[in-house]
């Protein structure tokens, strides 16, 4: 089973900073099975990128993400208000499909 | 457009069993995959299987193998996720999510299951 660890953990930030969340996999994982997600409380979560870059429907483009082999990076440019949330990664290039513990992006 | 619309929220006492329905409605019903995703309260995400409406294997997460199951039935467009021998820590809000070429774009609104005695 691939783990895939998140840090940091909480990232206390001002909106129109930037945020940058890493995503670290316990074995190399072709970017293209790579996706994040964005939840907020008492809402399902909502994908933002797949096939790591890929930008998901009706994402702005402040959402980015890079990364290949086991270290994954989403970034957000300019935190907007409704961007204080739970970002999760996720592989699906080998079963069982796992998640991250998820990261939350707080308002300083 | 596309939904995925889930069944109400369940109380069940330990050793009981738990069916969860998931109707899918806005697309072709056998084009895509269809994940379960479990959430314990104030915890992470956590996959529990796949079921491919065209046929084929459906992997289950190890940790349900012995008491998962994940149907379909084609002439309601509706999915079916039953956990037997539920545990209090099987409490969580239990989601179905639409699968494409990666990740899932569409999920239904949960459904909090809560096992207690």
């Known amino acids: 089973e691939i783990v895939l660890t998140q840090s940091p953990g909480t990232l206390s930030l001002s909106p129109g900073e930037r945020a940058t969340l890493s995503c670290r996999a316990s074995?190399?994982?072709?970017?293209?099975?790579l996706a994040w997600y964005q939840q907020k409380p008492g809402q399902a979560p909502r994908l933002l990128i797949y096939?790591?870059?890929r930008r998901a429907t009706g994402i702005p483009d402040r959402f980015s993400a890079s990364g290949s082999g086991t270290d994954f990076t989403l970034t957000i440019s300019r935190l907007e208000p409704e961007d204080f949330a739970v970002y999760y990664c996720?592989?699906?290039?080998?079963?069982?499909?796992?998640f991250g513990q998820g990261a939350k992006v707080e308002i300083k | 457009q596309v939904q995925l619309v889930q069944s109400g929220a369940e109380v069940k006492k330990p050793g009981a069993s738990v069916k969860v329905s998931c109707k899918a409605s806005?697309?072709?019903?056998?084009?895509?995959?269809i994940h379960w995703v479990r959430q314990a309260p104030g915890q992470g995400l956590e996959w529990m299987g796949v079921?491919?409406?065209?046929?084929?294997?459906?992997p289950y997460a190890h940790k349900f193998q012995d008491r998962l199951a994940i149907t379909m039935d084609t002439s309601t467009s509706t999915f079916y996720m039953e956990l037997s021998s539920l545990r209090p820590e099987d409490t969580a809000v239990y989601y179905c999510?639409?699968?494409?070429?990666?990740?899932?774009?569409?999920w239904g609104q949960g459904t909090l299951v809560t096992v207690s005695s």
């Open positions: 999510a639409r699968s494409p070429s990666g990740g899932y774009d569409y």
């Open positions: 806005g697309y072709p019903f056998t084009s895509f995959y």
């Open positions: 079921i491919n409406p065209g046929g084929g294997a459906t």
């Open positions: 074995q190399s994982i072709d970017s293209t099975y």
């Open positions: 096939g790591t870059p």
């Open positions: 996720q592989q699906y290039g080998s079963s069982p499909w796992t």
